[in-house]
């Protein structure tokens, strides 16, 4: 879900070649697991479906020489994403990331995204802290698990919104 | 010990020394303290310990150049004699060394200082007699000679000696002593044994507190220091390394500290060399440490120091963790407090059966002195228990006698090291009155005022017509009555009496007369009636009105007198010598110069006796105004410490302050309680104080067998002192206490 | 609940030096709500904390109180609403460490002129509401950091204040410890309606929060008030 938005919000600043998009991607979010060429292909082709790209084609041949730009629908749809919290759960480090970066990319307020993650992973954690002091020892263990684990999550969101600046140097060419 | 422990040892102590200065601006600012604290003490120390060598010094030149005069041997007149006589004077207060002298030969003996002798109606003067008679015009008048030249340094007790030699032909074997040398040659007559007590104990008193002080300058900035040494304890280092560690630390501070004090010392020798007067002028060359003595302060300091250090580390090397958690306080053990003071009052006890009059033994005045000390360094280690012991049992009352109680509670140990100072010199200040006044009784007796006193009395040496001397007396600016009184001797059945013939207006400086009129004659201590042989030839016949009174106060002890009015002398007396009596122009401030002037310009060697000026109680009151201003130089430099030691407080406790001030607290509740936290334990300082100090007092009166009276001046003023000092350290504390508790240090963590 | 914020922060400014601590940071607190200031070090949180209590004045904007304007207050009198109407918990050193912990939590009565027999009753009371009854005759120096802290919410509610200010009230305890105190401190307040202004960069202790105000740069990004 997440690498179709990622690869729609590369765009965003400017039409890619496929080859290029899946460099692009490796380079910013890949880090150990990088696209194959055909998961950036399928991606594309769903994304020219729902109308969301267009394909601006060059002189040549072959499906190399084909070049994606992102349409208005699609800058909407990536907005809507970066904005929108995600549900809190554990192990949201990837798409947290790719939502920071993109934000960065595309000149949106990174801060914001941060702010409405950490506003909606305190909303769970209150409920699971009412839930925690009003249960049993049961209840408690078990909440406190959730709990650890949100606030490890809002603890690396504290980090990266505190290298933000660093952050945006380095993905920002 | 091998080297390599000597390398681990030389290590800790080195460690000690750079933690004392690691602490940045905190840091440095303690070791200044420190290095201030005990520099004052030892610039005391070592002022002391030139005082002896300095006394020598200029105490030699005095006897060099006192005339040698031998009662016993009849110097014939010679090439080699010389003719002097005794011209000292006064001018307001002080006495000024003077010497007429007549040659009768060649080789005369000439007083040190001195190149050539001054020819009659000629003069040499003393630079500061030169300086004082150039600012007194008045002074100027009173030899009918010229100046001629300035006595060296080594015929002059100090720079500020004033001093002349006065040319003169007019002395004879009646009027002027015959010497063939300079140079006082008897032995010591011995000193009054209560001067040398008075001597030892007033020592004591300004000695003990300054050790008190230095001991306590050393802990300044202590409990930060018994934190950091605490925190190393617990990383492992052990007891002996501690201790070692905090002896460098210490060791830095008393070295410094050493060395203002000898700075100090050097300023303060300077200042005596400039301003220094009367006994107490010295030239610089006098003023050389008895070596002895700057080799005891040089090591005894350090070693003070340092022992003072290891006593007060006890805790953090017993229980680290307390001292880093301030969870626990250690109660204070009262049997060993108690060895000092009952091993004084032992050494005392014996001396109140009297000091008897077997002077210069010495073993009863080191007895005494040591006595006293050991009584107040007892007292300096009973007042931490007391304070601990009495804050204790203290409870209740408002917010802010809670918070000063709780913090003595907590740790009184701070603030009672600075006021044991106070308590011990106030104890040796009362004690020291208390014996001064002791021996005032004894010299002179009570209520000592009369009539007499406006009256001044000239005694001449010189046998001039009466009619010169009136006559001089009366033209005397300021001079308002001249009385003459002649004396003369008359014996009745065995008893020698002294006969004083002259008007009402001069009897009544000897007795008190019921009424007087010419024709009246009075007996004091002898018969009032019959016949008296007059010395010389001739009987008097008492008149039916003569009437027996009393002499004066100061005259009770003089034994019997004739006081004869001229009518009823009769002309039966012989002329004898005659004195003067006059009394003075009070609205005339020169009049007492004019009169003294009068008196010189006719006989230099007559003296003019002031009665306002008793020699005696005069060496008694500089010496207790002397100790007051002791005392009070010492109680401003314990204030002073006081002042740090809060100002240390505050600052290690500006975090619980700027909290206290967030939920609210009135600045007047904290700084009623850093008034509670000083007055608490220097008002128990006191009572021990004077407790003590009354009970020395009586001991040493007992000792000089004067009647035992408590010396309520005293202890008002030492009280009132103490006072204001607890007044002036909270008011000096205030600054620091507002600069603190402004909210914003919240944030400084 | 009233319609009226009790505490309003508007627009503040403070310097210290050339750091912006305050840069037009606004803020409002609800009678009963329990607010979490959250942000990073730096951020000026902890500074907003003590414009609100009157501990320090902002150099512009102004902070009102129950419709009373702090920031034209004597001190004396911020003082004394200090005494009255706030409580303030903090990370470190609050206690005073000469006074026993039922003294420590009689204080802000007898500030106000309660008489000591009555505060201790009254402390003692608190202190056994927040578990700590039986330290009541010892020191902070003696007692656990848990408990010392426990002692400090006793002290900061013992006056009934409207509102507590807690500055990382946590911040020196581990989370068994820290759980323990914030469970107790804000049942506590929900008890007697105070408000709580909650200082604190842990989302675990900013969960017992009604709802969170992040500051940042000097600046507050403050969530809306759910009624």
Not at chain 1, 14 to 27: A, F, N, Q, S, V
Not at chain 2, 120 to 127: D, Y
Not at chain 2, 564 to 578: L, M, N, R, S, V
Request: charged fraction near 20%; hydrophobic fraction near 45%.
């Amino acid at each position: 879900m997440s690498v179709s938005f990622a690869l729609l919000g590369l765009l965003e600043n400017g039409p890619r070649h496929g080859y290029d998009l899946k460099r692009t991607y490796d380079d910013t979010f890949g880090r150990d697991r990088s696209l194959h060429y055909g998961q950036v292909y399928s991606t594309m082709a769903r994304l020219l479906k729902n109308g969301l790209v267009e394909v601006e084609s060059e002189p040549g041949d072959g499906p190399d020489r084909k070049r994606y730009a992102i349409t208005h629908a699609g800058i909407t749809d990536v907005a809507e994403w970066i904005g929108r919290p995600e549900k809190p759960e554990p192990y949201l480090q990837s798409t947290l990331y790719t939502k920071v970066v993109l934000a960065l990319l595309t000149g949106r307020d990174a801060n914001e995204v941060l702010d409405a993650q950490r506003a909606e992973h305190l909303r769970l954690m209150r409920e699971l802290t009412r839930r925690k002091n009003d249960g049993d020892l049961a209840d408690e263990l078990i909440c406190d698990h959730a709990l650890f684990h949100l606030e490890a999550d809002l603890r690396w969101l504290e980090l990266t919104a505190a290298r933000l600046d660093r952050l945006a140097a380095r993905v920002r060419p | 010990m091998t080297g390599r422990s000597l390398r681990r040892w030389i290590f800790e102590l080195g460690l000690g020394a750079r933690m004392s200065v690691a602490g940045g601006r905190a840091g440095w600012a303690r070791l200044a303290l420190i290095a201030a604290g005990t520099g004052v003490g030892v610039a005391l120390l070592l002022c002391l310990a030139i005082l002896p060598s300095a006394l020598e010094a200029s105490g030699a030149r005095e006897t060099a150049r006192t005339e040698a005069i031998d009662s016993e041997r009849e110097i014939a007149r010679g090439d080699g004699t010389m003719l002097i006589g005794i011209a000292t004077t006064t001018f307001g207060d002080d006495s000024i060394h003077g010497r007429m002298l007549q040659p009768e030969g060649s080789r005369p003996p000439v007083p040190p200082g001195v190149a050539t002798l001054p020819k009659p109606g000629e003069m040499l003067v003393s630079p500061a007699l030169q300086r004082l008679i150039e600012r007194n015009p008045v002074l100027a008048q009173r030899w009918d000679a010229r100046i001629v030249g300035t006595i060296g340094d080594e015929g002059l007790t100090g720079p500020a000696d004033l001093a002349f030699y006065l040319g003169t032909d007019t002395l004879d074997e009646e009027t002027g002593f015959r010497i063939d040398a300079f140079g006082h040659r008897s032995e010591d007559a011995g000193v009054d044994p209560f001067m040398v007590l008075l001597t030892a104990v007033g020592m004591v008193v300004l000695l003990t507190p300054v050790v008190v002080f230095m001991a306590s300058a050393v802990r300044f900035g202590g409990e930060a220091r018994d934190r950091r040494l605490a925190a190393l304890r617990l990383v492992g280092s052990d007891a002996a390394m501690t201790r070692r560690i905090a002896a460098g630390e210490t060791l830095a501070g008393a070295v410094l500290g050493l060395l203002v004090g000898a700075v100090l010392a050097v300023g303060a020798v300077l200042l005596a060399h400039r301003y220094g007067t009367g006994a107490l002028s010295f030239f610089l060359a006098d003023m050389r440490p008895v070596p002895v003595l700057v080799a005891l302060i040089a090591v005894g300091v350090p070693a003070v120091a340092i022992l003072v250090t290891l006593s007060a580390m006890r805790r953090v090397v017993v229980e680290p963790l307390g001292v880093v958690r301030l969870s626990h306080t250690v109660r204070r053990r009262l049997w060993w407090r108690l060895i000092m003071p009952v091993g004084g009052i032992l050494l005392l006890w014996p001396l109140t059966g009297g000091l008897g009059d077997s002077p210069g033994s010495g073993t009863i005045e080191f007895q005494a002195a040591t006595g006293v000390a050991l009584l107040l360094i007892g007292l300096a280690l009973l007042l931490p228990w007391l304070v601990d012991a009495v804050v204790h049992r203290l409870g209740g009352g408002g917010v802010a006698w809670e918070l000063a109680v709780r913090r003595l509670q907590l740790d009184s140990g701070t603030a009672v090291r600075a006021v044991s100072g106070i308590a011990v010199s106030v104890a040796g200040v009362i004690a020291i009155q208390g014996l001064v006044s002791g021996i005032e009784t004894q010299i002179s007796s009570p209520g000592a005022s009369s009539s007499a006193q406006s009256w001044h009395q000239i005694l001449p040496k010189t046998e001039l017509p009466v009619t010169t001397w009136t006559g001089a007396l009366r033209e005397t600016p300021g001079i308002q009555n001249v009385e003459t009184v002649r004396l003369a001797r008359a014996t009745r059945e065995g008893v020698e009496t002294i006969v004083r013939i002259g008007g009402c207006k001069a009897l009544v400086t000897y007795a008190v007369l019921p009424a007087c009129t010419d024709g009246d004659a009075f007996t004091v201590n002898v018969a009032s009636t019959g016949v008296f042989d007059i010395a010389g030839g001739g009987q008097w016949t008492a008149p039916a009105s003569t009437r027996d009174v009393t002499a004066i106060d100061q005259l009770v002890d003089y034994g019997p007198m004739l006081l004869i009015t001229p009518a009823a002398a009769a002309d039966k007396f012989p002329p004898g010598e005659t004195r003067y009596t006059v009394t003075l122009d009070r609205s005339r401030p020169d009049a007492l110069e004019q009169l003294r002037n009068a008196a010189a310009r006719l006989d230099p060697q007559a003296l003019v006796i002031d009665p306002d000026n008793t020699a005696v109680a005069d060496v008694l009151r500089t010496m207790r105004q002397s100790l007051l201003i002791g005392t009070i130089a010492m109680l401003a430099l314990i204030g002073a410490s006081l002042v740090i030691n809060m100002a240390e407080q505050m600052r290690e406790r500006r975090r619980v302050m700027a909290v206290l001030v967030a939920f609210g607290t009135r600045r007047r509740t904290l700084s009623g309680s850093v008034l509670l936290q000083a007055a608490v334990p220097v008002l128990l300082g006191m009572t021990l104080a004077i407790g003590f100090g009354s009970g020395l007092a009586a001991l040493l009166m007992a000792a000089v067998e004067a009647p035992i009276t408590v010396d309520w001046f005293g202890i008002g003023t030492t009280s009132g002192m103490a006072a204001l000092v607890v007044l002036g350290t909270t008011a000096a504390a205030l600054p620091t206490l507002l600069r603190l508790t402004r909210p914003g240090n919240l944030r400084s963590e | 609940m009233t319609d009226q914020p009790l505490l309003v922060a508007d627009s503040l400014r403070l310097n210290f030096g050339e750091t912006k601590a305050l840069d037009d940071a606004s803020l409002h607190i609800w009678p009963g709500e329990i607010v979490a200031l959250m942000g990073p070090s730096g951020s000026g949180k902890s500074t907003l904390l003590h414009c609100l209590a009157g501990i320090l004045q902002p150099e512009s904007g102004r902070v009102s109180y129950d419709g009373r304007d702090l920031t034209a207050m004597s001190d004396s009198e911020r003082s004394a609403l200090r005494r009255g109407e706030f409580g303030f918990v903090f990370q470190f050193g609050q206690l005073v460490p000469e006074l026993t912990c039922v003294e420590n939590v009689a204080l802000p009565l007898r500030l106000s002129g309660a008489g000591r027999r009555e505060a201790h009753r009254t402390a003692t009371d608190w202190l056994e509401r927040l578990e700590v009854g039986d330290v009541g005759a010892k020191r902070p120096g003696q007692v656990s950091g848990g408990q010392g802290q426990r002692v400090a919410v006793a002290r900061a509610l013992v006056s009934r204040p409207r509102v507590v200010f807690a500055d990382e009230p946590t911040g020196a305890l581990d989370s068994l410890n820290g759980e323990l105190v914030m469970k107790l401190f804000i049942a506590a307040a929900r008890d007697t309606g105070a408000a709580v202004v909650l200082v604190t960069h842990e989302a675990r202790v900013a969960a017992y929060s009604d709802r969170e105000a992040v500051v940042r740069d000097g600046r507050v990004r403050e969530q809306e008030y759910a009624r």
